[in-house]
């Protein structure tokens, strides 16, 4: 399985992006999508993830209500809608595939974006 992600960028803060993350291969044996993000000198730390079978979604407090995830219908693709965007959301964002049953756990994705850069400014 193989993932491109994208959309990242510089905004300002109280405004939106949307990443999207395009998933080739073998993509049936998946589980899970999420997004997951690092902030320079920090730990990886999980954002939103959706099941691939039913769209059931999960996601970090810190995250709750500002960021929606979702997956397209025809395409093997995962989005991540963020808004109401905070200083504290600048990181890497990075998206990972798995046949995980634990969705908000970093070490259970087997594969991963190379990663897309959100910078938001105060």
């Known amino acids: 399985v193989q993932l491109q992600a994208s959309g990242g960028g510089l905004v300002q803060a109280g405004g939106s992006l949307r990443l999207s993350c395009a998933a080739s291969g073998r993509t049936f044996s998946l589980w899970h999508m999420a997004w997951f993000r690092q902030a320079k000198g920090k730990e990886r730390e999980f954002v939103a993830a959706?099941?691939?079978?039913?769209?059931?979604?999960y996601y970090a407090d810190s995250v709750q209500g500002r960021f929606t995830i979702s997956r397209d219908n025809a395409k093997s693709n995962v989005y991540l809608q963020m808004d109401s965007l905070k200083p504290d959301d600048t990181a890497v964002y990075y998206c990972?595939?798995?046949?995980?049953?634990?969705?908000?756990?970093?070490?259970?994705?087997?594969?991963w974006g190379q990663g897309t850069l959100v910078t938001v400014s105060s």
């Open positions: 990972g595939a798995g046949a995980t049953s634990r969705p908000t756990l970093r070490s259970t994705y087997e594969y």
């Open positions: 959706i099941r691939w079978s039913d769209y059931s979604t």
